[in-house]
């Protein structure tokens, strides 16, 4: 286990102690040898077609009074839903498509997700062409928002992409960098679009959210980009921004927030945990060799997963330390998916007992459950 402050830090902004004291534990991205085996491999959920090489190319949303779990990829111009069995048996499937405008081709779909709300659940699919919302299953579209492209040069693409709950508000993100916020009414398609947050000036990467602890300071929003910039967010009727924490060269592909701290993987195979209200880092972990495609938590537990285009799975456990606070790290578990671009990795439940996994190219989702 390690523990690690941010006194003396370097040009980076990582400490040096906290670069020495994770260095040998967490430098290669073939650990597994360092923590006993944790998760076995189970029945896989084929799929009609590959999963795209899209980063958080993974949505699951569990279903526990009807023992069912809905997983969503995307490929190309349409997403596939599947709704399965503990055991890992397809009951349904179903396939949604981009809402055509304007152009000769089909817009390509950028990303899927599930967002559980405090009174309902939508199922939110983002794409070159906007964004839209459907009831849980898939089965009505309740919301169109078409994205404007009067502010895109004629050589930037224009999609959506980063989706998050919090609250009743959905937060999804832009290739301008904007930050759409819809308020989501209790039932029906009233929904509207209350604010759009513009602290970003490259396209939106990832969105992250938590449930709010009630005091005015505390950040339950972060939303990452291309540059690496991460914005910590209080959200309300008027989004506050907390804090902004800077890039540094390299793209932020997916983050998460747990218990004030936000967790950030990066296109360098870093894992970068940092204080959710001040900005201040609490440890870097080089995770991965390769860039970082999916980051889950496991909020019951502090578990972290992460999945990067080296072919590896990680799992490892965040707590606080007691004595001074500091955010404490203890690598878990780690599975190679052999020749398989990976792009979308999720736990399946909030204990983080089974998680599910896609790579580019790959006809079918990959599941793996405790042992």
């Known amino acids: 286990m390690v523990a690690a402050d941010s ?4 040009a980076s902004g990582v400490s040096e102690l906290l670069e020495s004291r994770l260095s040998a534990a967490f430098r290669a991205p073939g650990i597994d040898h360092l923590s006993p085996r944790m998760f076995r491999r189970e029945r896989s959920i084929p799929l009609r077609g590959s999963a795209a090489a899209l980063c958080n190319n993974l949505s699951v ?8 779990t809905h997983f969503g990829v995307v490929h190309g ?18 396939q949604l498509h981009a809402k055509e405008g304007a152009g000769v081709s089909p817009p390509l779909i950028t990303q899927i997700h599930w967002c559980v709300l405090p009174f309902r659940v939508l199922l939110v699919l983002t794409s070159h062409r906007g964004i839209q919302m459907y009831e849980s299953d898939g089965s009505v579209m309740v919301y169109w928002h078409a994205l404007d492209a009067g502010d895109a040069s004629l050589v930037q693409a224009v999609f959506a992409q980063g989706i ?9 993100g832009t290739w301008s960098g904007r930050v759409l916020v819809f308020d989501i009414p209790t039932k029906g398609p009233n929904i509207v679009l209350s604010e759009e947050l513009a602290r970003h000036q490259t396209p939106i990467s990832d969105i992250a959210t938590e449930p709010a602890q009630g005091q005015d300071c505390m950040a339950d929003t972060v939303t990452a980009d291309d540059s690496g910039l991460l914005c910590v967010w209080r959200s309300g009727p008027k989004f506050k921004l907390l804090t902004q924490i800077p890039g540094f060269g390299v793209p932020c592909s997916s983050v998460q927030l747990w218990q004030g701290t ?13 204080e959710a209200s001040t900005g201040s880092i609490h440890v870097q972990i080089d995770a991965h060799a390769r860039a970082i495609c999916a980051l889950d938590l496991a909020p019951e537990v502090g578990k972290l997963l992460s999945a990067a285009e080296d072919t590896f799975i ?10 001074d606070g500091c955010i404490e790290v203890e690598h878990c578990h780690g599975e190679c998916v052999p020749d398989t671009q990976l792009c979308g990795a999720r736990f399946c439940d909030p204990s983080g007992s089974s998680f599910a996994v896609t790579g580019y190219d790959l006809a079918e989702i990959l599941r793996f459950s405790s042992m």
């Open 262 to 274: 936000v967790a950030a993987g990066y296109g360098n195979g870093q894992v970068r945990l940092y």
């Open 314 to 323: 990680h799992i490892w456990k965040l707590s606080r330390s007691p004595e």
């Open 61 to 68: 949303l569990q279903l526990p009074a009807r023992n069912l």
């Open 164 to 172: 998050a709950a919090s609250g009743h508000y959905v937060c999804v």
């Open 7 to 10: 006194e003396r830090p370097n």
């Open 77 to 94: 111009p349409s997403a596939q839903l599947l709704s399965a069995a503990p055991e890992g048996v397809p009951l349904a499937q179903r």
